[in-house]
Nanobody, 126 residues
Framework: QVQLVESGGGVVQAGGSLRLSCSAS????????IGWFRQAPGKDREFVTA????????KYADSLARRLIISKDNNKNLVSLQIWSLTPADTGVYSC???????????????????WGQGTQVTVSS
């Protein structure tokens, strides 16, 4: 079974950028669509972006679409998320998730995914 590991979080100043990675420490996540979600303290988990198993189809949260891009490299078992023009409102735990039910049309809901990583903390300072 695929084990997901997120990396790339940290503290960044407002206006800066980050590159988050989701990798598979075990298994092959080629067959999986991958989603990114974030959760700020005291708030519900929020959809950020998702990509199909092939990497050819991506979806973005409307509010974030202009500030991020997702990519998937099945040869490296790696999904990358680049986000720029960060603000304190982007602070939260960013988690990646994998699923096979919507391989070609990745979902926007947490329930669309079966496997989750532990998350990586992103803190944007003003």
């Amino acid at each position: 079974q695929v084990q997901l590991v997120e990396s790339g979080g940290g503290v960044v100043q407002a206006g800066g950028s980050l590159r988050l990675s989701c990798s598979a420490s075990e298994g092959d996540f080629t067959p999986y669509s991958i989603g990114w979600f974030r959760q700020a303290p005291g708030k519900d988990r929020e959809f950020v972006t998702a990509i199909s198993w092939s990497g050819y189809r991506a979806k973005y949260a409307d509010s974030l679409a202009r500030r991020l891009i997702i990519s998937k490299d099945n040869n490296k078992n790696l999904v990358s998320l680049q986000i720029w023009s960060l603000t304190p409102a982007d602070t939260g735990v960013y988690s990646c998730a994998a699923g096979t039910r919507y391989r070609d049309d990745p979902g926007r809901r947490p329930d669309d995914y079966d496997l989750w990583g532990q998350g990586t903390q992103v803190t944007v300072s003003s």
